[in-house]
């Protein structure tokens, strides 16, 4: 039997994690003047940095509750890494696109500008460089697909059993990702407009369309 490995697939958004560590998680009770740059900033560095400072003081929460949103966030973004590559993920390969996730994340850059105060809440602008990693790792990754599929087809891999087979496959999909993360490059920045709106129950909070909007601009494909 001849084993084909698929081509890149598409990059999938992460926006269920995010609605839920946006919208549930993240909010706070009105208490004077409200510090909405400062809580889309505090989303920010606590989802794709796991830096929670800002996020804890102006929430509330608690640091644990913080850890595992964005260690949640940092476990899809591996499966959808994963995924893109078309990799079977094992615990160690899901431990080594975790921490693929991590590192990528690290260097996301974003400015979050001052706020502006509407009749419902306030809109605030961010400056994000999208990452553009992923158009190298999809370059460099057709070109290993390929070469691997060749090989397969030579019957360099005749011998291995199917776990072997992915392993090996994993293996150079892997030193792709060590080859670029290393040397991450950003798109011209782009301006985004979000909305942090009071709810009924007297809590400020970001609707799931406004991570759709964040989380689509950080990574470029």
């Known amino acids: 039997m001849i084993r084909v490995k698929k081509g890149l697939a598409a990059l999938?958004?992460?926006l269920l994690i995010l609605c839920l560590n946006g919208c549930s998680t993240i909010n706070?009770?009105?208490q004077g003047e409200f510090d909405a740059s400062?809580?889309?900033n505090g989303i920010l560095d606590s989802t794709y940095k796991g830096v929670f400072d800002q996020y804890i003081k102006l929430t509330e929460d608690t640091e644990?509750?913080?850890?595992?949103?964005?260690?949640?966030?940092?476990e899809a973004k591996a499966e959808s890494f994963a995924n893109f590559v078309s990799v079977n993920l094992t615990d160690e390969t899901k431990a080594k696109f975790i921490e693929y996730s991590k590192q990528i994340y690290q260097n996301a850059k974003y400015e979050v500008k001052d706020a502006i105060k509407t009749d419902n809440g306030f809109t605030v602008d961010i400056i994000i460089s999208p990452m553009?990693?992923?158009q190298s790792i999809a370059t460099e990754g057709e070109s290993f697909v390929n070469d691997f599929n060749d090989k397969n087809s030579n019957g360099d891999f005749a011998d291995l059993t199917e776990e072997e087979f992915e392993a090996e496959y994993a293996k150079g999909i892997m030193q792709v990702f060590d080859n670029?993360?290393?040397?991450?490059?950003?798109a011209d920045p782009?301006?985004?407009t979000v909305n942090v709106t009071l709810q009924d129950d007297k809590v400020y909070s970001m609707a799931s369309d406004e991570f759709t909007k964040i989380d689509s601009e950080m990574?470029?494909?």
């Open 64 to 74: 644990e509750n913080a850890q595992k949103a964005y260690d949640a966030v940092m």
């Open 28 to 30: 706070l009770l009105t």
């Open 190 to 192: 782009v301006t985004i």
């Open 12 to 14: 999938l958004s992460i």
């Open 132 to 134: 553009t990693i992923m």
């Open 38 to 40: 400062g809580y889309v």
């Open 219 to 221: 990574l470029q494909q």
């Open 180 to 186: 670029n993360i290393s040397n991450i490059q950003y």
